[in-house]
């Protein structure tokens, strides 16, 4: 038997998880345990979770491995503060001091915080070793993939040098095959215009995919034509002129203002047109860079697979024309695409690199269904909720399905707690808020008044998987909603010519399908496809909507509110249930109705808790 845990902190999305013999024991993201979304500090809190499930300390651990390399790094920061001296002076004293005390002696710190963990003397830790960034993505794309053989794309904002990666993997074995190095980006290019249109970067670039149907791509030609040099196989090199990533504190300069006529929108003021149309031009540039890249390595290898990771994979609408329009016969996308699957990829490099384990290949993957947190017994759960007088039913599976059918066909939403945690930034059933789908109103009643957010953010349909292929032009398992695929001509509403004429906003207000919560204004939908035999109780309990309503869809965001991480706890959500308009709460068997539970004093000053988004 050989453990290992990996790690990936201190930048952000910080994450730990755990192996054994090869097999995915545990994963967990530390802002799920401490509520600061995002939290890059070490993660105490998510390695203990992994040691818990795993039952063992982290003194019998075989190998512990850290996501990326520091000093490879920080030579890469040095450098790109000498080649752009002077300019370069404010953000190198920015991030020296950091660098100084804490990331420049990334092992002695991880050695320190390990040691203390486990209440041990450093002696005693298991190795500590480090793997490189983007091999981390790749390992995190391939290894837990259905495929034997593959190719892989892994693209963000920045690891060490790399970018951009493709790789070749066979096996247990994964062979790097070309790179794209820092400045030139994908991933920082979309940033900087998360930076310009208002929102927070490294977090608020699905906000600007979810803009982008919103607007037309006017400035196509001119982001073409000035920020990126795209070539025909995909590979591209940015104007720097019009960037301040390098040299600065923003990501984009005062050239950049002038390109696109202004200054960027200032977080939380009103959205216009022009954003909405910049956000839909970099949103084609982008899928176009995508998919000129995965057709080169289709050419170059030849291969029918293809897995995705790295921050750009996020990207469902790319993904779903990769989907469509691509040489490949099959796509797999990490769920946790980002830097918490990096923990994950580099546990996996030193699986088949170093302990030499073989690859056990799962027909569908080797995720779980991306289920690995932390799950919840019925005893503790009813002390928390004893412990807050909550009124409360404890009813069995087959009543509680069908009532909850009921509940959710009569516009109630629903905060539907059960089974382990989701690794990744999707909610997908076992941490999420739920709605009828086929309600006029339950878009914008979500948005609003549970998650108090941006009206125009759409919302994620989940399918019975057998059912996709009946609502969707999709006809593959989703099963973790990083796809987008149009909505089947049957179930849309044809619009007057009048309403087509209408722009940005004005859209949002149109019934577009029979399901118009999940229904984009481009027809689209971010599906996903939920299967009987990863979660079963999500999977009966939509196949009880669908016998109640012929429906076998359902509205599913994530158990939050704006700026808040995923609830991963039955106290977490239950104050989320309190502080919020939701109508009913589910955990696990226990049903409770907000209208039968004690008075919670109203006082919004919690919002100031968790920073927006």
């Known amino acids: 038997m050989t453990d290992i845990l990996g790690i990936s902190a201190y930048y952000h999305d910080s994450a730990a998880a755990l192996l054994r013999s090869g097999e995915i024991v545990a994963a967990a993201q530390e802002e799920r345990f401490t509520r600061k979304k995002h939290d890059a500090a070490f993660p105490r809190n998510a390695i203990e979770y992994c040691l818990r499930q795993g039952q063992i300390d982290l003194k019998s651990l075989d190998h512990v491995v850290f996501y990326d390399k520091p000093l490879v790094k920080f030579e890469r920061l040095l450098e790109t503060y000498l080649a752009y001296a002077p300019k370069g002076w404010r953000s190198f004293f ?42 981390s993505h790749a390992a995190s794309a391939f290894y837990p993939s259905p495929f034997e053989e593959a190719a892989v794309l892994c693209l963000d904002g920045v690891g060490e040098w790399a970018t951009t990666t493709a790789w070749h993997g066979r096996g247990s074995s994964l062979t790097p095959l070309w790179e794209i190095d820092f400045p030139h980006s994908l991933g920082l290019l979309y940033s900087a215009f998360t930076y310009y249109t208002g ?82 031009s970099i949103q084609v540039v982008t899928e176009d860079v995508v998919l000129r890249l995965a057709e080169t390595v289709h050419r170059e290898t030849g291969l029918a697979n293809l897995c995705l990771a790295g921050g750009v994979a996020l ?20 769920p946790a695409a980002g830097d918490a699957g990096g923990a994950l990829g580099a546990a996996l490099i030193v699986s088949h690199d170093v302990a030499k384990l073989p690859r056990e290949l799962n027909p569908s993957d080797s995720m779980r269904g991306s289920y690995l947190g ?98 969707f032009d999709q006809h593959k398992p989703s099963p973790y909603m990083l796809v987008v695929a149009p909505v089947k001509d049957e179930h849309r509403v044809i ?29 689209s939908a971010r599906v996903q496809t939920v299967h009987e035999e990863t979660n079963p109780r999500y999977y ?61 004093e109203k006082d919004d000053s919690w919002q100031d808790e968790f920073e927006l988004d």
């Open 94 to 135: 920015a991030a020296m001091p950091i660098w100084l005390k804490e990331k420049l002696y990334l092992k002695a710190t991880l050695r320190n915080e390990l040691s203390e963990l486990g209440e041990c003397n450093k002696s005693e830790l298991p190795l500590l070793m480090f793997s490189e960034h983007h091999q």
């Open 315 to 334: 990207n469902c609408v790319a993904n779903g024309r990769l989907v469509r329009e691509s040489s490949f016969d099959d796509i797999w996308v990490q």
């Open 374 to 471: 932390p799950q919840f017994q019925a005893a503790e759960i009813r002390d928390h909720l004893d412990g807050q007088n909550a009124t409360y039913r404890e009813l069995p599976d087959a009543q509680l399905y069908g009532e909850l059918a009921d509940i959710l066909a009569q516009e109630n939403v629903v905060g539907w707690f059960q089974g382990r945690m989701e690794f990744g930034p999707r909610a997908l059933g076992g941490r999420s808020i739920l709605g009828d789908p086929r309600s006029e109103k339950m878009q914008s009643v979500m948005n609003l008044k549970i998650k108090y957010r941006e009206s125009f953010r759409p919302f994620a349909p989940s399918v019975l998987d057998e059912r996709v292929a009946e609502y």
């Open 199 to 280: 929102f927070r970067v490294n977090s608020g670039e699905y906000k600007l995919m979810g803009l982008a149907p919103y607007g037309e791509p006017k400035y196509v030609d001119l982001i073409l034509e000035n920020l990126i040099d795209l070539k025909e196989d995909g590979t591209f090199r940015l104007d720097m002129q019009y960037f301040n990533y390098c040299t600065g504190l923003t990501m984009t300069n005062r050239r950049f203002d002038d390109l696109f006529g202004g200054p960027p929108r200032k977080p939380e003021t009103k959205i216009t047109q022009r954003e909405m149309d910049i956000a839909a």
């Open 495 to 523: 619009l007057t010519e009048e309403q087509q004429a209408l722009f940005g906003l004005e859209r949002l207000k149109l019934k577009r399908s029979s399901l118009p919560a999940i229904t984009h204004v481009d027809y």
């Open 540 to 600: 009966q309990l939509i196949k009880s909507f669908e016998e109640k309503t012929g429906c076998g869809v359902l509205v599913n965001t994530s158990f939050n509110v704006r700026g808040e991480p995923i609830v991963c706890t039955p106290e977490d959500a239950y104050r989320c249930f309190m502080r919020t308009e939701m109508d009913y709460l589910v955990i696990e068997n226990f049903l409770l109705a907000k209208k039968d539970q004690p008075v919670w």
